[in-house]
């Protein structure tokens, strides 16, 4: 199972692809704008995926503001309360993870990793990130339109979505919000075929798919789900856009709004949902794969161990990514459903536990009698699986129809997904950052005030969400602007919700120090050297760090894994991808 | 069909199970001879697929869920000529003219592959008249059908949600039409102009001194005709 090299390997097949440098741009222009350089766009996704998040994570202490100290800031009414958790959800989700995840560590790592010059097509990369901009810059306009940014959830059901009584919903708010996703599903869909084709045709002599990184997995198994779910939004979006502006009525029953009967009728409010968490299900995965194949890479250089269970990780990833289009309804059972068709979703929902529980068990095993370097990225890994196994028993709550009607709309749902598809990637994402900094930027980044980074935000992740499972149990729902104290609660929550709050300003205020570290060890970071993890995969393999314009001087050959760490007889405790070397013992091959 | 193309890949392939099996488990390509552009090509209709897949799924829900009678298609779109009723004969002209389109474009990918360039350039561009023209009776169509008072929002014979399912789901099938004709005439002045018969890279032109561009372009061109069929079997003959 285990591919060492071995001398039948050494014998590589001829290039099938002829090698052309991609076009060096020669204007600054060029260079540093309308950069075709899949690095540099990755960090142009980046940033701008961090900028519009960080708008997400103001909008998330207000809301927690409202909550935790109900009544003392005035300025928050109960319609801008809707329109932060609208846009915080949206943002979050869209802008911010699906745009981080696959248009940046997708753009800088799959070229790198899989041992390519550039994307198939950079002009093509390119246009992907102007769209998306575009995309954001629509998004952050409807702050600014008279009624404000709609506010109707970021499910934006309909047909509240569209109605004078949700913010947005007869002013602009809510056109600009569906015109943004479509923007971003056209600017996803040109980025998204360049790396799925670059996973598939791309890869440099040597490089079989059994050999990619996990992560390279990870982003092209959430790429190929997102070209197939992300339609479901774009038609979802395309139709209720018709119902705002040209008056159909796809979505939109007969409705009676202020006394009078409105012009609508016949339509079906379902219909939406179905397509909306056709997209949204798998939208879930689309953000979860790449930080699961990325934690595995990073659990395998900072345990300096090869991942437990290559193949059997391999495929779990592409059996979640399958089941993820047959459990959508799952966000629906309180929606009305035939109980026959309950117990299909619910079903398909827990045999998802399954490939999921191959995953956290081989991470585990990994981790086992490994030489566990506590580096930044080693903490926020442990981190991501606690935080994962943690959302992932409370989804197995959720995914049984009896169970989750009682809590459906409760405030134990909305830790849950935070959980589960909100700090548990997020933990990747830093932990990533804090692998990759140094082949970026050449530097490492600053450990003090890392540490400080990682505990404050798992801890304070957890003084966060675990309380607010039990705020859902005794039966706070989402979405309140303002509780009060209501006979069905069971317990009071006042306390609970101020604490809540205050742990959320402490997490959100620790992100600036992250993004101070980013900057501050730019230029008074340690020299990094091109290698300084000691990793096996390609990317680090590079000539220069940072790798410069088409990345190699001669494309490198592949002969191995990526995880050949603490091989026993080898010079080193890795073996790099493109080392030849064969132990000259007894065949050792398992 | 294996393409003729990639003129510089000399390896043997190997068939059935055994040869899917060793093309997946290779290095540097899944899809042999299937170059980067064709790859793109076939994702992005398989993307696409969803998308018309959708579409026709929402209207079908709307269909079965609308309160109000649908209208009968066979009655709406016929046309009134020398005193009869022809139902559906514009749709079946329509139809034909499509089909026919696939067939010239299917010629002018034969001819790209013996690299005849006056036959390929003159087959693509029969091929974007007839796709003009399906466009053409597309909008004499809509035309006739909002002078009957129909409107994305009401009709005269019943479900509302008639109109607003006809305008989006043919519209976005026209717009497919519409940019196929408009790229159909790019790449035939390209062939014309002997960019393909360079090794020199451009625009829509991978330089490799073959005319994959066209083959490309027929994929585009036969899945925007294979979604008319789904269109007709769901809306017009339901």
């Known amino acids: 199972m285990v591919d060492r090299g071995s001398d039948d390997r050494m014998q590589l097949p001829p290039r099938e692809v002829a090698d052309v440098m991609p076009p060096h741009a020669h204007s600054w222009i060029g260079r540093y704008v309308f950069s075709q350089d899949a690095k540099y766009i990755a960090l142009q996704y980046s940033g701008t995926a961090v900028a519009i998040g960080l708008v997400a994570l103001v909008l998330s202490w207000l809301m927690r503001l409202q909550l935790g100290f109900p009544g003392t800031f005035d300025f928050i009414t109960a319609e801008a309360y809707y329109q932060f958790v ?5 943002i979050m989700v869209i802008y911010l993870l699906t745009a981080i995840f696959l248009g940046g560590f997708g753009n800088y790592l799959i070229p790198l990793m899989v041992g390519a010059r550039d994307m198939v097509f950079p002009f093509v990369n390119m246009l992907s990130y102007w769209v998306y901009l575009l995309a954001v810059l629509v998004l952050v306009a409807s702050f600014f339109v008279p009624g404000g940014p709609t506010g109707a959830g970021w499910t934006l059901y309909p047909p509240q979505a569209v109605l004078s009584g949700t913010p947005g919903g007869a002013q602009s708010g809510i056109i600009l919000m569906l015109v943004s996703l479509i923007l971003f599903i056209i600017g996803f869909t040109m980025g998204g075929l360049n790396y799925a084709v670059t996973v598939l045709q791309a890869r440099t002599r040597g490089m079989t798919m059994m050999r990619l990184p996990l992560t390279v997995w990870g982003i092209f198994t959430a790429t190929v789900m997102a070209l197939l779910a992300f339609p479901a939004l774009f038609v979802a979006c395309v139709m209720m856009l018709f119902d705002r502006l040209l008056g159909t009525s796809f979505f939109m029953p007969a409705l009676v709004e202020l006394g009078e009967k409105l012009s609508y009728g016949g339509g079906s409010p379902i219909a939406f949902q179905h397509l909306f968490w056709f997209f949204g299900h798998p939208e879930v995965y689309i953000v979860a794969l790449p930080a699961f194949g990325i934690v595995s890479d990073l659990i395998a250089v900072h345990a300096r161990k090869n991942i437990f269970g290559y193949r059997m990780m391999v495929w779990a990833i592409v059996i979640i990514g399958a089941l993820s289009f ?67 028993l409370t989804g197995l709550f959720l995914g049984n129809v009896v169970v989750d009607v009682p809590l459906s709309d409760t405030m134990f749902v909305v830790a849950h997904f935070h959980m589960v598809m909100g700090v548990a990637p997020i933990m990747v994402i830093f932990g990533a950052v804090y692998h990759w900094y140094p082949k970026i930027t050449g530097r490492m980044l600053n450990e003090a005030m890392g540490q400080i980074h990682f505990w404050v935000t798992f801890i304070g992740a957890y003084a966060v969400f675990f309380p607010m499972h039990y705020v859902g149990l005794v039966g706070v729902p989402r979405r309140y602007f303002e509780i ?40 008074r970071g340690r020299e990094a050297g091109g290698n300084p ?22 494309l490198p050959d592949v002969y191995r894994w990526a995880y050949d760490y603490s091989v026993p007889g080898a010079p080193e405790d890795y073996i790099a991808q493109t080392d030849p070397w064969v132990s000259d013992g007894e065949d050792r091959r398992l | 069909m294996e393409s003729k193309f990639q003129g510089q890949d000399q390896t043997l392939l190997q068939q059935g199970y055994s040869g899917f099996a060793a ?11 299937v170059s980067w552009g064709k790859a793109m090509m076939w994702i992005l209709l398989l993307s696409d697929t969803f998308v018309f897949a959708c579409f026709l799924v929402a209207y079908m829900t709307a269909r079965s869920s609308t309160t109000a009678e649908w209208p009968n298609a066979s009655e709406v779109f016929a046309l009134h000529i020398g005193g009869h009723n022809f139902p559906l004969l514009l749709i079946a002209i329509m139809t034909f003219v499509l089909i026919s389109s696939s067939g010239t474009m299917a010629m002018a990918v ?4 013996r690299k005849a360039r006056t036959p390929t350039a003159l087959l693509m561009l029969a091929t974007a008249a007839l796709g003009a023209g ?30 607003a399912s006809f305008f989006m789901i043919t519209g976005f099938h026209g717009t497919h039409v519409t940019i196929g004709v408009i790229f159909l005439v790019i790449i035939a002045r ?16 991978a330089g490799n001194g073959d005319y994959e561009g066209v083959e490309i372009m027929g994929l585009y061109w036969h899945f925007v005709d294979l979604v008319w069929v789904f269109i007709f079997a769901f809306f017009y003959l339901w």
Do not use: C
């Open chain 1, 86 to 90: 609208t846009m915080h959800g949206m």
């Open chain 1, 326 to 392: 047959i459990v959508w309804a799952h966000h629906m059972y309180v929606s009305g459903m035939h109980p026959w068709f309950g117990f299909f979703f619910a079903t398909t929902t827990l045999i998802i536990a399954i490939p999921t529980a191959i995953k956290v068990y081989n991470w585990v095993l990994t981790l086992w009698q490994g030489d566990i370097h506590l580096t930044l990225p080693m903490l926020f890994a442990l981190g991501f699986i606690v935080t994962f196994v943690n959302g992932g």
């Open chain 1, 484 to 523: 009060g104290e209501p006979e069905f609660l069971t317990a009071p929550v006042d306390g609970l919700n101020a604490f809540i709050s205050s742990a959320a300003l402490i997490v959100g205020a620790v992100q600036v120090l992250f993004l101070f570290n980013l900057y501050w060890s730019l230029r």
């Open chain 1, 533 to 554: 993890w000691r990793a096996a995969s390609l990317e680090w393999q590079t000539p220069e760090t940072p790798p410069r314009h088409g990345n190699w001087d001669a």
């Open chain 2, 23 to 33: 093309d997946w488990g290779s290095d540097q390509r899944v899809f042999k001879r």
């Open chain 2, 110 to 113: 034969n001819s790209a592959y």
């Open chain 2, 134 to 163: 399906f466009v053409g009776m597309q909008a004499f169509e809509w035309t006739k059908l909002i002078s009957e008072g129909v409107r994305p929002w009401e009709n005269p014979w019943g479900a509302e949600q008639f109109g």
């Open chain 2, 190 to 205: 390209k062939v014309w102009r002997g960019d393909f018969d360079r090794d020199q890279r451009s625009w829509l032109s």
